[in-house]
């Protein structure tokens, strides 16, 4: 495992990354073959301690998969700028988690429903009125006619940081360095 070199960024709180990859909107999926990186933003859910995505089984992602399913997946959320009135101390508040291991394809259908549940329960809760039938995981087909993949990243390796906000140092539009001094 790579240490973190700024360690006093370092998240180690497991209720406050599992809230984190819970809320989170969007990864980004690191893929690599033949020296070649690719990196695609993806809904997931994070869930048994796995990564968790669908797409559409062809395609360039798919490609790399199968070539190097040895992948990185990167949440990060941005939680605002912090000001200074020196520069270089102005910074951003953020959370990020980097998830290291090895992606297969979800083929159980009771575990790919499971996983397609918790993605609808994390995007858009309590919309529908009754639990997602294996058989709509089973058969639904993309616009494209591509049937949908369920993919698992299995976590291998796991690091978090975090920069917490400080409310009273947060930027805000009309908030310049004169208004800071002023107010001292």
Not at 28 to 54: C, E, K, M, R
Not at 133 to 149: D, F, I, N, P, Q
Request: proline share 5%.
């Amino acid at each position: 495992m790579n240490a973190i070199r700024y360690t006093k960024r370092e998240c180690k709180d497991e209720k406050k990354i599992t809230e984190f990859l819970n809320k989170a909107r969007t990864g980004f999926l690191g893929l690599s073959t033949n020296d070649q990186p690719y990196v695609i933003p993806l809904n997931f859910v994070w869930h048994n301690h796995a990564i968790y995505f669908h797409g559409a089984t062809e395609g360039r992602k798919m490609k790399m998969i199968e070539e190097n399913p040895e992948v990185c997946f990167t949440i990060c959320e941005d939680l605002g700028t912090i000001v200074s009135p020196i520069p270089a101390h102005t910074d951003t508040a953020y959370m990020s988690v980097i998830i290291f291991g090895t992606i297969e394809p979800v083929l159980a259908i009771e575990e790919g429903t499971e996983a397609m549940q918790q993605m609808l329960d994390k995007y858009v809760p309590g919309y529908y009125h009754s639990p997602l039938a294996a058989s709509h995981v089973e058969k639904y087909r993309s616009s494209l006619g591509s049937r949908t993949a369920i993919y698992k990243i299995s976590c291998r390796e796991r690091t978090a940081k975090v920069n917490e906000p400080i409310e009273s140092l947060k930027f805000y539009p009309g908030r310049n360095v004169s208004v800071d001094k002023d107010s001292r």
